[in-house]
């Protein structure tokens, strides 16, 4: 199809292209492209990438574009806290990465757990992708709103090493994490906070 004289690719094609700039390893459901065409449209689209082979289904409506490892010579895994996104994106809900997979992702921890929990304003949630489980839990507005998602990230890691946090193994490490930007972002979010919790980031931040 023409318009303008140039030639019009098809969504698929269109949602492949947008995938590429994306990059391997992201995750996506349908919503991501209801900007660009209707959903009945959208929904097919995805069908024939996903008969191509070009993407993979995770859950029902929810896909990656997969990584290939050339050593295993397969497909890698999916990123569960880009899983979690996409989810919290289709259905609207503010999440925020807890427990041992916040110190992951901080460079605190290089151990990866079998079960990623997130805090969620929406629904609590249970699903197992590729054996691993990825569990949302709800809580109150004012527990999900920390600051950005740095500042939630480093707050959750706190909670979880509690007074580890001062020890020499991690004293130095957080304090390394922690640059102006995300202090100002941590002392605002100070209030809503434990009182323990506060004692522990206060400590720190001098």
Request: one cysteine or more; a positive charge; aromatic letters at 8%.
């Amino acid at each position: 199809m023409k318009k303008g004289g140039r030639e019009q690719k098809p969504l698929d094609e269109k949602i492949l292209d947008l995938l590429r700039r994306w990059g391997r390893g992201c995750v996506f459901s349908n919503s991501d492209f209801f900007a660009y065409a209707p959903g009945a449209s959208v929904g097919r689209s995805l069908h024939e990438l996903k008969e191509k082979g070009k993407i993979r289904p995770l859950l029902r409506g929810l896909y990656d574009y997969p990584k290939y490892s050339t050593l295993l010579q397969e497909e890698l895994a999916p990123d569960l806290n880009r899983v979690a996104q996409a989810l919290a994106r289709k259905h609207k809900w503010h999440i925020q990465t807890t427990g041992s997979t916040a110190l992951n992702y901080l460079g605190l921890s290089t151990q990866i757990p079998m079960r990623v929990t997130f805090l969620s304003d929406g629904p609590s949630r249970k699903f197992t992708i590729d054996g691993r489980i990825l569990e949302f839990k709800h809580t109150s507005i004012k527990e999900s709103y920390l600051g950005d998602e740095e500042c939630e990230l480093f707050i959750q890691a706190i909670k979880e090493l509690g007074d580890l946090a001062l020890s020499d193994d991690y004293n130095g490490k957080i304090r390394a994490i922690l640059t102006p930007k995300l202090r100002a972002q941590v002392e605002k979010a100070l209030p809503l906070l434990t009182e323990k919790v506060r004692n522990i980031i206060r400590t720190l931040l001098q």
